[in-house]
């Protein structure tokens, strides 16, 4: 009797240690990214930041975390919203603290880790940096990173994960930045009926409409919007007349360099039906008014992208027909699975 009490004490002395020490026993799981067959290889070289299931679930959280910004309520998810593509939808320009807006449409955070510049004038050349302009801009989330990492070194959940996320387990700008990449490398579109098309899958057919758009697509757009990413990820003048508004000079202001003046990052145009309102400054908020700019609004503007002047006629010419082709075949674009997953959602 004796001997079966005393065993059963070592039994609940060996737990009650385990349960103490979780973290020292977890195994943090890797996860396979694997790229799909019809992507360009990635841009984003992932062996000195591996993704994991708890890296992955500390970037979530922090991407969600409205305690970032100056006024505990502006997260990254405020302004790049899952069901419309990870946008600000009908916003012509982002909004943050105190009600400030900002100067540019939010661009959507997909297949991030197929890129290599970001924002609409590339500022951000590593999908590990983007995260400090929106968390430290004034118009934005006005973050203070020093009060940030006190928050999170105080917050029991962030301790836990940042131990269970990485080898150091410290709580630092770096390991931030690190988990937040490695929620957005996650971020991937890659299963929209478009792409189970080009994979002949199941869902995948095409209607004779949307095949005859694709045509017209390869024909008039894909010079730009290229490979199944749909952007070269260049930086173009497309004739847009200048806003006096803000009077945006685009990648000149990294740069400065006069042939980048007015010059912006091409966009992806997956899941663009969903992304309203389109271009860097939010002017249009139809797919329809986005094609007759290029069909007749093109203007002779300061380093205007020679595609759009191939001889003498400003723009693309594009018939009614084939504007109805070309939107019925950029709607394939929607991943609905991607817009809903629920891995990749705040609750």
């Known amino acids: 009797m004796n001997k079966i009490y005393s065993l059963v004490i070592l039994v609940l002395l060996i737990s009650g240690c385990a349960s103490d020490n979780d973290d020292s026993i977890y195994q943090n799981i890797p996860i396979d990214y694997q790229i799909p067959t019809n992507f360009p290889p990635l841009a984003y070289n992932m062996a000195n930041n591996p993704l994991t299931e708890k890296g992955f679930e500390l970037g979530k959280k922090i991407f969600y975390d409205g305690r970032l910004a100056s006024d505990g309520v502006v997260s990254c998810g405020f302004c790049h919203i899952q069901e419309d593509a990870?946008?600000?939808?009908g916003h012509t320009f982002s909004h943050g603290v105190g009600d400030g807006v900002g100067v540019r449409n939010a661009p959507p955070i997909q297949n991030m880790a197929y890129q290599?510049?970001?924002f609409?004038?590339?500022a951000a050349d590593h999908i590990e940096l983007l995260s400090m302009a929106p968390i430290s801009n004034e118009l934005e989330m006005n973050g203070d990173i020093v009060a940030i990492i006190e928050m999170m070194k105080n917050d029991a959940s962030y301790r836990k994960l940042y131990k269970q996320a990485f080898e150091n387990g410290e709580i630092?700008?770096?390991?931030?930045?690190?988990?937040?990449?490695?929620?957005m490398t996650m971020l991937t579109s890659s299963?929209?009926?478009f792409d189970k098309y080009r994979r002949n899958e199941a869902g995948g057919t095409?209607?004779?409409?949307?095949?005859?758009?694709?045509?017209v697509f390869n024909q008039k757009c894909a010079s730009c919007h290229a490979t199944d990413i749909f952007t070269d990820n260049s930086f173009r003048n497309n004739g847009l007349p200048i806003n006096p508004s803000i009077n945006d000079m685009g990648r000149f202001r990294v740069t400065g360099i006069e042939g980048d003046r007015f010059t912006f990052k091409v966009p992806s145009l997956r899941n663009i039906e969903k992304t309203a309102p389109y271009m860097h400054d939010g002017r249009f908020y139809s797919l329809e008014a986005v094609l007759d700019h290029y069909d007749t609004g093109v203007a002779q503007t300061e380093n205007l992208d020679p595609s759009l002047n191939p001889s003498g006629r400003l723009g693309i010419p594009l018939s009614s027909?084939?504007?109805?082709?070309?939107i019925a075949f950029l709607k394939t674009l929607t991943d609905n699975e991607f817009l809903t997953n629920p891995k990749f959602a705040e609750f």
């Open 86 to 89: 990870f946008t600000h939808h």
């Open 116 to 118: 290599s510049q970001f």
């Open 120 to 122: 609409w004038d590339g």
């Open 172 to 183: 630092n700008s770096e390991n931030m930045l690190k988990a937040l990449a490695q929620f």
């Open 191 to 193: 299963n929209s009926k």
């Open 206 to 215: 095409m209607s004779t409409q949307e095949l005859a758009g694709y045509a």
């Open 321 to 326: 027909i084939e504007k109805t082709q070309l």
